[in-house]
């Protein structure tokens, strides 16, 4: 396998622009979501969390997966860029956990079930029966599928484009779910428990998201080198955004009613 370092071309800079462009309007499309839940902040009924806590484990659980087919697209380019390579690498590494630390996906679930019983009273919901639970919407499926189509693309700027998406739209969306339907709840943990439900956030909200998203936008940097690879990265990072939308403007469709739901109902997620 040949390696090669680059530099930084042009049309990943040209990326950069789109991708915060796309990023911009991505807020947009899904800040009445964000909103509601700021203005609601500690109100979460316990079949409103039910219907949150399955939609994101489902959604969610497919981030290592992906990271690896990023890994192994990176892998087979011609030359490969070692750099490019070493960065994946890095944030594949923090999200399996290790020397100690136990893997993001595991935080996740434990950080979601703990709260939903403490705070809730709801039984545990793991990682596999999320992917089947009766409170998904058809945009968690559909995302799930969009997501998995673009990480597979034969194209590495499609890859890309999604990843850098991904990465660069994590901070925000993890601080709001955190600060609207964990922390207000606080008073109900002793201090130990809580340790264990805010550890998945803070194992992201510590600069580790935002380090992620500075190494997906390095790759981009490094990698595109046409037009037709902008135009490629363009799709990616669009399709991406789109699909992430779609779901959070379905789960706010649904907002209103899972209030009125019975805590019994809601929790055979």
């Known amino acids: 396998m040949s390696l090669v370092i680059r530099s930084r071309r042009p049309q990943g800079l040209e990326a950069q622009t789109l991708l915060d462009n796309l990023l911009h309007n991505y807020s947009v499309e899904s800040g009445a979501f964000f909103d509601r ?3 609601e902040a500690g109100q ?5 969390f039910a219907f949150y806590r399955a939609n994101y484990l489902a959604r969610t659980m ?12 990176a892998q087979r ?20 956990g290790g020397n100690g630390k ?3 996906s595991e935080l996740l679930a434990q950080s979601h079930n703990v709260h939903g019983s403490i705070a809730f009273g709801l039984p545990q919901l793991s ?15 559909q995302y799930r599928r969009i997501q998995l189509e673009l990480y597979q693309s034969e194209s590495f700027a499609t890859v890309l484009g999604a990843f850098a998406a991904q990465e660069s739209a994590a901070h925000e969306m993890l601080s709001v779910f955190y600060e609207t339907l964990f922390a207000p709840m606080r008073g109900v943990y002793g201090p130990v428990n809580f340790g264990v439900v805010s550890g998945y956030f803070s194992e992201h909200l510590n ?3 935002e ?3 500075r190494r997906a936008r390095e790759c981009v940097l490094r990698a595109l080198s046409s037009k037709q690879d902008l135009h490629d990265f363009r799709v990616g990072a669009r399709e991406f955004l789109r699909a992430q939308s779609a779901l959070w403007r379905s789960l706010l469709n649904e907002w209103n009613r899972y209030r009125g739901i019975q805590t019994s109902l809601a929790a055979t997620g």
């Open 37 to 39: 839940l700021r203005a």
């Open 44 to 48: 979460t009924s316990a079949a409103q």
């Open 62 to 73: 497919t981030t290592l997966p992906c990271l690896r087919l990023v890994l192994a697209a």
């Open 77 to 96: 380019q011609r030359p490969v860029d070692s750099e490019i390579v070493q960065l994946v690498q890095a944030t594949i590494e923090e999200e399996e």
């Open 102 to 104: 136990p893997a993001h």
């Open 127 to 141: 990682l596999a029966e999320s992917e089947n639970s009766c409170l998904l919407v058809a945009e968690t499926i």
């Open 207 to 209: 600069g580790v998201e």
């Open 211 to 213: 380090e992620h998203g």
